[in-house]
């Protein structure tokens, strides 16, 4: 089961991700994407880290998401990846686009042969205005191919606003 659960900034993705996988009764592994440049980065990762029980495996992939995935997939194992959209920032950020190819093409080949359950969190970043920087609009077009080719493979899409989540595809709310 593939889960992509998708939202705007501060819309209760992340929540909806740890309930569906605290309901899972599965070992659960998240594995996060952030890396820390600012204080106010390092106070949202503490507060993941605080919001997260504290007997759930926690793996840094900043970059080599796709794998991170193969090392720790399991049938009998949840893995939540908080967040494809940092994950994309920090590959962008590193100014390689052939990088960026690359580790999105891996990250879409390996998820049809993983064993377990995952569940994908990533913002929707393409309902606001047309960004003005040259960057940010190749940022948010990357985002939404990479979200369309994610949900194409996903088994359930759920899209968050106002901490309340609407099914795009699927059964609905984790189930």
């Given at each position: 089961m593939r889960t992509l659960v998708l939202g705007g900034a501060r819309s209760g993705k992340s929540a909806l991700a740890e309930r569906i996988a605290a309901d899972s009764g599965l070992p659960v592994t998240v594995i996060v994407t952030a890396e820390i440049h600012d204080p106010e980065m390092a106070e949202?990762?503490?507060r993941h880290r605080a919001d997260r029980p504290g007997h759930w495996q926690t793996i840094e992939a900043p970059r080599a998401?796709?794998?991170a995935l193969e090392a720790h997939a399991r049938e009998d194992r949840l893995l939540v990846i908080d967040c494809l959209t940092l994950w994309l920032s920090n590959l962008m950020l590193d100014h390689d686009t052939?990088?960026?190819d690359v580790?999105?093409?891996a990250l879409l080949a390996v998820l049809t042969d993983l064993p377990g359950r995952i569940v994908f969190v990533a913002n929707e970043v393409g309902l606001g205005i047309v960004p003005e920087h040259p960057l940010a609009r190749q940022f948010r077009d990357q985002a939404g191919r990479l979200n369309q080719a994610l949900?194409?493979?996903c088994d359930e899409v759920l899209f968050v606003a106002a901490g309340?989540?609407?099914t795009l595809k699927g059964q609905g709310a984790g189930s």
């Open positions: 949202r990762v503490a998401l796709a794998a052939r990088r960026v580790e999105r093409d949900a194409a493979r309340l989540s609407l």
